[in-house]
Nanobody, 125 residues
Framework: QVQLVESGGGSVQAGGSLRLSCSAS???????????LGWFRQAPGKEREGVAN???????NYADAVKGRFTISRDSTKNILYMQMDSLKPEDTAMYYC????????????????WGKGTQVTVSS
């Protein structure tokens, strides 16, 4: 069974930092380096939005709202996806999900094959 498991969420004050992790298990973990990966978030009452993605070549892309504050990275030796979040703002409060797909296009379009269950990030002012 394919699983993506997020961790690292929590509650911080504005200006603080968190590092999210997403580990891949079993089948997808075995070929982790062949998958494009991404982070999405969904705030209460809002649609889910893409935050950042990273291709198999390591090239990263970010939503304008997080550029310069968030950094996505991957460790293919450990089958872990990370997102370092700095200078957090209250508007970053959301449930954060990691996702994986063989095609970066499906990550970008918000239709990846695999999703994690999410980790909550709450930023207070």
């Amino acid at each position: 069974q394919v699983q993506l498991v997020e961790s690292g969420g929590g509650s911080v004050q504005a200006g603080g930092s968190l590092r999210l992790s997403c580990s891949a298990s079993t089948y997808i973990g075995y070929i982790f380096n062949r998958y494009s990966l991404g982070w999405f978030r969904q705030a209460p009452g809002k649609e889910r939005e893409g935050v950042a993605n990273i291709g198999t070549n390591g090239e990263a892309n970010y939503a304008d709202a997080v550029k310069g504050r968030f950094t996505i990275s991957r460790d293919s030796t450990k089958n872990i996806l990370y997102m370092q979040m700095d200078s957090l703002k209250p508007e970053d409060t959301a449930m954060y999900y990691c996702a994986a797909d063989r095609a970066l296009y499906d990550i970008v379009s918000g239709r990846p094959d695999y999703w994690g269950k999410g980790t909550q990030v709450t930023v207070s002012s």
